[in-house]
C-alpha cells in the first residue's frame, strides 16, 4: 500500500513491530519530528487496518491506531517494501497478535480455561498474496514470540488462512469453538504435561504451563457430581459437528444433565 509520504523515512527495517506507543523502533527526533512520526504511524496502521477489514468482509477493523494504543499486550508486525514506489517504500503486510484469557475445548469435548497467544488480524496487499509475503511476516512472528503454530488460537480465522496453515504448517481439521476462534490439536496441554501437573498438586483446578507459554487450568471440580468421572462430553460434540456420536443415541437425562453442567461450568 503507498501513502503520500515516505515510508523509509519512518521504518527503517522490512518487518516491524508497532506497539501501544506508535513510537517506531529506533526513532530518533526531536518533539515535533515525533508528532509527524506518530501521525503518519497512525495513517498507516488506519489505512492497512481498514484494508483488512475489507479483505475481510468485516464492517469495523479489527486495527487501528486507536485500538493498539488503548492495548498494551497486543504486538502489531508490518510488512515494509522498502523498494517499492519508486524508494518511498509501501507497506504489504500487517499480522497483530495478543495474549486472550480464553475457554476452548478439546475434541473430547474437555474444556479449558487459557491465557493463550492469539492471531487477531492478518493481511497482506491483494497485489502481493500468494507469494511468500504472508509467510515471511508470520515466520517473523512466530521468531519473535518464540511460539510454535499450533500454539496459537485464531480469531475467525478466513478461509485463506486456514488455506496457508494447512500448506505451510501442516494444520488440518481445526477444532472451531463457540467463541469464534480455532485451535488444532497440539494447541491442549500433552498427556505428560497433565500427568506431571496431576503429580505435583492436588488441587482439582490444574493449572499447566505448555511448551511456548500456553497456560491452561483445565476446569473440574472435586465434590459431588462434578467430582464423578464423565463420559465424552455431549455439549462438545455438539460444538465439534460430531453428530455421529450424538445420533447415534437418543438423548438421556444424563446425557442432558452433562450439557447441563458444561453449560453451567462456562458461565
Ligand atoms: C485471524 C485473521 O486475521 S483471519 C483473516 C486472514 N486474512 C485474510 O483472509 C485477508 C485476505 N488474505 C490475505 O491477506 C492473505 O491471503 C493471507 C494473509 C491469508 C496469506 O498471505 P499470503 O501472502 O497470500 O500467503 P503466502 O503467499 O505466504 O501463502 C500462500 C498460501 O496461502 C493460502 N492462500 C492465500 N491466498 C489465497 C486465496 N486467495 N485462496 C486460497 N488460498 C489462499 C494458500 O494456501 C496459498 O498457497 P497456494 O498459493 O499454493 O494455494
Excluded at 33 to 47: E, F, G, H, M, P
Excluded at 219 to 243: D, E, F, K, L
Aim: with cysteine; charged share 20%; glycine share 8%.
Amino acid at each position: 500500500m503507498e501513502f503520500r509520504f515516505n515510508v523509509n523515512e519512518i521504518f527503517k527495517q522490512p518487518i516491524v513491530q508497532v506497539g501501544h506507543t506508535l513510537i517506531p523502533q529506533g526513532f530518533k527526533g526531536d518533539r515535533r519530528a515525533l508528532w509527524d512520526t506518530l501521525s503518519k504511524v497512525t495513517d498507516i496502521v488506519n489505512a492497512m487496518g481498514s484494508a483488512s477489514a475489507t479483505a475481510q468482509g468485516l464492517t469495523k477493523p479489527i486495527t487501528s491506531a486507536d485500538r493498539l494504543r488503548n492495548s498494551e499486550n497486543q504486538n502489531l508486525y508490518l510488512l515494509i517494501e522498502p523498494n517499492a514506489c519508486n524508494g518511498k517504500g509501501a507497506v504489504t503486510g500487517l499480522l497483530k497478535t495478543g495474549q486472550k484469557g480464553l475457554y476452548v475445548f478439546d475434541r473430547d469435548g474437555h474444556h479449558y480455561h487459557v491465557q493463550a497467544p492469539c492471531i487477531l488480524d492478518f493481511y497482506v496487499h491483494e497485489s502481493r498474496q500468494r507469494t511468500g509475503f504472508g509467510k515471511t511476516l508470520f515466520e517473523h512472528m512466530l521468531q519473535k514470540e518464540t511460539v510454535h503454530p499450533e500454539k496459537l488460537a485464531i480469531d475467525r480465522p478466513s478461509d485463506k488462512f486456514l488455506g496457508f496453515l494447512k500448506k505451510h504448517y501442516s494444520l488440518v481439521d481445526p477444532i472451531k469453538q463457540m467463541n469464534n476462534y480455532v485451535v488444532y490439536d497440539g494447541f491442549f496441554p500433552s498427556v505428560k504435561e497433565m500427568e506431571a501437573t496431576n503429580n505435583n498438586s492436588n488441587s482439582p483446578n490444574k493449572n499447566m504451563r505448555g511448551a511456548n507459554g500456553l497456560q491452561a487450568q483445565i476446569v473440574t471440580s472435586p465434590y459431588g457430581r462434578y467430582g464423578a468421572p464423565r463420559p465424552a462430553c455431549s455439549m462438545g460434540q455438539i460444538i465439534h459437528n460430531q453428530s455421529s456420536a450424538v445420533a447415534a443415541q437418543e438423548p438421556t437425562g444424563k446425557m442432558y444433565r452433562n450439557i447441563y453442567i458444561d453449560l453451567f461450568m462456562i458461565h
